[in-house]
Nanobody, 121 residues
Framework: QVQLAESGGGLVQVGGSLRLSCAASGRTFSSYPMGWFRQGPGKEREFVAGISRSGSITGYADFVKGRFTISRDNAKNTVTLEMNTLKPEDTAVYYC??????????????WGQGTQVTVSS
């Protein structure tokens, strides 16, 4: 079973940038498409970005297109989310997870503890 650990969150001003990382255990990491999700205060968890096993296909929620970039390094068992031009509404706990091969917006693994991102105005 793959275990996931998110890191890289913090406090940033509007317009700033952060780089989130998701470290995965297990030798089968490259077998799984991966995604980033977030849960803002008082909100349900939502899809942010997804990436295929090889990294050749990516998908984004409309509200982050052009600002966030997902990537992965299968040799290092990591998935990264580069976040630019951050807005107050990006404030949330961010999680990574294994996603369905047929629908990268559908998480199918266990949730980690996430990493808090706070964007201050």
């Amino acid at each position: 079973q793959v275990q996931l650990a998110e890191s890289g969150g913090g406090l940033v001003q509007v317009g700033g940038s952060l780089r989130l990382s998701c470290a995965a255990s297990g030798r089968t990491f490259s077998s799984y498409p991966m995604g980033w999700f977030r849960q803002g205060p008082g909100k349900e968890r939502e899809f942010v970005a997804g990436i295929s096993r090889s990294g050749s296909i990516t998908g984004y929620a409309d509200f982050v297109k052009g600002r966030f970039t997902i990537s992965r390094d299968n040799a290092k068992n990591t998935v990264t989310l580069e976040m630019n031009t951050l807005k107050p509404e990006d404030t949330a706990v961010y999680y990574c997870n294994i996603v369905s091969s047929g629908n990268m917006q559908r998480p199918i693994g266990s949730w980690g503890q996430g990493t808090q991102v706070t964007v201050s105005s």
